[in-house]
């Protein structure tokens, strides 16, 4: 079976950090680029950070740059988000998605594999 699994959501104070995991299982992210996604009940999914799947192109919203770093360990199979500084307009769930487009790329439709999200809460 083809798919993701996030881990590493939680509660967490604003300025903390978390440092979220993106597993495949079931297929190679060696050709995918991966997006990490995020929504709130009533907005549309928003894109936060793109990697190629050489690491090579890597892209943030501006509303996470400078605070949030993604990453990928293709041995391991698995992709991250580590986001420092939070804070609480950070707080979504936040999905991971695997793409064959290798360039920056933030429209959903785009992606062929999602996970299930994990949810991220920053609060006092």
């Known amino acids: 079976q083809l798919q993701l699994v996030e881990s590493g959501g939680g509660l967490v104070q604003p300025g903390g950090s978390l440092r979220l995991s993106c597993a495949a299982s079931?297929?190679?992210?060696?050709?995918?680029?991966i997006g990490w996604f995020r929504q709130t009940p009533g907005k549309e999914r928003e894109g936060v950070s793109y990697?190629?799947?050489?690491?090579?192109?890597?892209n943030y919203a501006d509303s996470v740059k400078g605070r949030f770093t993604i990453s990928r360990d293709n041995a391991k199979n698995t992709v991250y988000l580590q986001m420092n500084s939070l804070k609480p307009e950070d707080t979504a769930i936040y999905y991971c998605?695997?793409?064959?487009?290798?360039?920056?790329?933030?429209?959903?439709?785009?992606?062929?594999?999602w996970g299930q999200g994990t949810q991220v809460t920053v609060s006092s």
């Open positions: 079931g297929f190679t992210l060696d050709y995918y680029g």
């Open positions: 990697i190629s799947n050489s690491g090579g192109v890597i």
């Open positions: 998605a695997a793409t064959t487009y290798l360039s920056t790329t933030y429209y959903p439709m785009e992606y062929d594999y």
